[in-house]
């Protein structure tokens, strides 16, 4: 039996970069799938590859900062598959290497509102739905940025401890109701990551240095088997941690 078989898995932002390693994982272990994220055109893209893992798969487009959006996720994948066991709140908007005096009211909305209220969104709206499946399993994302804190990242470091937080809390409260809620804090190529290199070239450099493993991580290779550990049964007693996914980087 596969370690995800008979489990319905809800990824946020998961047309792309670390969303869709974890779902191409998720499905290779059986999950149903929805999928959420702002452009219906990569949603779309992505389904052929997932079912060809066997998975089953359902996409609604959604935007991680709208409340109303996020009831409608977890409604759509309540009525599709019958519940939700599973929750990955992989969305984010951030401004690689902007620096702090630099960001104004709508660069500071749209990251914290894309990271920090989109996963209390997410996990409001899974929660009641989790209790009636007896528990649950919620992954959310903090970021070595948010730890290091390098030059550029001010706001989006901010906003992925203010998760880690949440995350920590939440896992006190609703820990009673079998509800494990996790983070981990990954390094991978994602299509931002991609453009950060292209970009700063030079910091990209530097950064690969401080990478004990010597190369960049991968979001399905790396990232998701992970992610399926957290999501599966194995991980039952783990709950309120944050787990560095980054090739030797934060220890250093």
Known sequence: MKRLEGKVAIITGGGQG????????????????????????KLQ??????????????????????RADADKLVAFTVG????????????QTTFPGML?????DEHIA???????YGSVYHMQAVRQHMVARGGGSIINFGS??????????????????????????????????????????PSAMSPAAEKWLADFPEEAAKNLLEVSLRRWGDSYKDIGPVAVFLASDESHYVSGQTINVDGGMVML
């Not at 599709?80 to 969305?91: K, Q, S």
């Not at 702090?100 to 104004?104: A, C, G, P, Q, T």
């Open 18 to 41: 670390v969303g869709l390693g974890i779902a191409m994982a998720f499905a290779d272990e059986g999950a149903s799938l929805v999928i959420s994220g702002r452009t219906p055109e």
């Open 45 to 66: 893209a992505i389904v052929p590859d997932l079912e060809a893992r066997g998975a089953k798969v359902a996409i609604h487009p959604a935007d991680a900062r709208s």
């Open 80 to 91: 599709t598959f019958g519940g939700v066991d599973i929750l990955v709140n992989n969305a």
């Open 100 to 104: 702090l005096s630099d960001y104004d």
């Open 110 to 116: 749209a990251t914290v509102e894309s990271g920090l």
């Open 144 to 185: 070595r940025q948010g730890i290091v804190a390098p030059e550029g990242y001010s706001i989006y470091g901010a906003t992925k401890e203010a998760i880690r937080g949440l995350s920590r809390v939440a896992a006190r409260e609703w820990g009673p109701d079998g509800i494990r809620i996790n983070v981990i804090n």
